[in-house]
T-cell receptor, first 112, second 115 residues
Framework: AQSVSQHNHHVILSEAASLELGCNYS??????LFWYVQYPGQHLQLLLK??????LVKGIKGFEAEFIKSKFSFNLRKPSVQWSDTAEYFC??????????FGAGTRLFVKA | DADVTQTPRNRITKTGKRIMLECSQT?????MYWYRQDPGLGLRLIYY???????NKGEISDGYSVSRQAQAKFSLSLESAIPNQTALYFC??????????????FGPGTRLTVL
């Protein structure tokens, strides 16, 4: 069965630290990949997406993610986090059908 | 104005009660979805609808039913609520005409507590 794994459930960083959140999926075909962010008390919103082309994609607020097909990975990165990045981050995979599979989420807390 | 709205935003109810959660969208999208979010489990799909005449079960549809009253409205019902249905419920939409496959747009969520 298709699945999405996010390696860290909770991450605590200090401001200005670098961030990398891992995401791996299990599907051998063509995929569309997403990272969504959920700020405290808010709904999910799209952070960035990969459909095709350059495997390094840039999103809002300085986030980027790299698609490595051979590793079935789509890790999210940010060089220097801010307190306002405190949120829960969800990796999601769509294989072209109706269903988008979400990872369990990673809760990021950034200390001011 | 919000593109995807949900009512109510919070609801506390008792075991055995019937509950309806409503979702409306102004994005003109044809696909609509209901998810529940539980800590540590991410989002799980309850039901989805491709248009008014097309309703499909997701991975956790037991105990839930839906109604697509119009392209813009998709309601989720709990016929007889039970405590393990306590969760955060999200409605989402997507557009099949969008070239990029299934980017979803979420509502603000409904926090449901079943006592």
């Amino acid at each position: 069965a298709q699945s999405v794994s996010q390696h860290n459930h909770h991450v605590i960083l200090s401001e200005a630290a670098s961030l990398e959140l891992g995401c791996n999926y299990s599907y051998g075909g063509t995929v569309n990949l997403f990272w969504y962010v959920q700020y405290p008390g808010q709904h999910l919103q799209l952070l960035l997406k990969y459909f095709s082309g350059d495997p390094l994609v840039k999103g809002i607020k300085g986030f980027e993610a790299e698609f490595i097909k051979s590793k079935f990975s789509f890790n999210l990165r940010k060089p220097s986090v801010q307190w306002s990045d405190t949120a829960e981050y969800f990796c999601a995979v769509n294989t072209g059908g109706f269903k988008t599979i979400f990872g369990a989420g990673t809760r990021l807390f950034v200390k001011a | 104005d919000a593109d995807v709205t949900q009512t109510p935003r919070n609801r506390i109810t008792k075991t055995g009660k019937r509950i309806m959660l409503e979702c409306s969208q102004t994005k003109g999208h044809d696909r609509m979805y209901w998810y529940r979010q539980d800590p540590g489990l991410g989002l799980r799909l309850i039901y989805y609808s491709f248009d008014v005449k097309d309703i499909n079960k997701g991975e956790i549809s037991d105990g839930y039913s839906v109604s697509r009253q119009a392209q813009a409205k998709f309601s989720l019902s709990l016929e007889s609520a039970i405590p393990n249905q306590t969760a955060l419920y999200f409605c989402a939409t997507s557009d099949t005409s969008f070239a990029g496959w299934n980017e979803q747009f979420f509502g603000p969520g409904t926090r449901l507590t079943v006592l």
